[in-house]
């Protein structure tokens, strides 16, 4: 109606560029929110799963971790056993994972890049967030099976049969 009040004939179609901005910065929002919950559920699930499965590895050693006591090892000595399995158990997670991610992120860069012109860089940022939240995961993991193991009589412990 605009067109044709200002005297044009014909077909013409007249696009607001204003509500077409704002109609695709809504739908990036909404896309955004979905991966971004995504995302976090997967790594509450993997997290989770790295959680059951630490701590239940430490319960299950309750006994040899009562015979270290009661044949002297010091609970500073004990902490820094469990420390450095820690340590150990968090590298493997990133020496095997590090180098998967990366050639993963370089497929998807030559996918990509067949369609468009970009140049493939390493989110070094991502990279540096991944490693802390493994040892962040992996440190609670080994707080929460330490105190599980605290709460435990070193005698009925050691009396334990295999589970």
Do not use: H
């Not at 860069?109 to 140049?119: I, K």
């Amino acid at each position: 109606a605009i067109l044709q009040e200002a005297g044009f004939a014909g077909q013409y179609t007249m696009y607001n560029l204003y509500e077409a901005a704002a109609q695709f910065q809504d739908a990036t929002f909404v896309v955004d929110v979905f991966t971004y919950v995504f995302v976090l559920l997967l790594f509450l699930i993997a997290a989770a799963n790295v959680f059951n499965t630490i701590s239940t590895g430490f319960l299950l050693r309750r006994r040899e971790f009562a015979v270290l006591s009661s044949v002297g090892m010091t609970p500073k000595e004990m902490n820094r056993m469990l420390s450095y399995e820690c340590v150990l158990y968090g590298l493997k997670a990133l020496l095997y994972g590090l180098p998967v991610s990366l050639l993963v992120t370089w497929v998807i860069y030559r996918v990509v890049g067949s369609g468009m012109d970009t140049e493939f860089y390493v989110p070094a940022t991502s990279i540096v967030v991944v490693i802390a939240s493994v040892f962040l995961v992996v440190f609670s993991t080994m707080l929460y099976a330490k105190s599980k193991l605290r709460k435990a009589n070193i005698i009925d412990s050691i009396r334990q049969e295999s589970l």
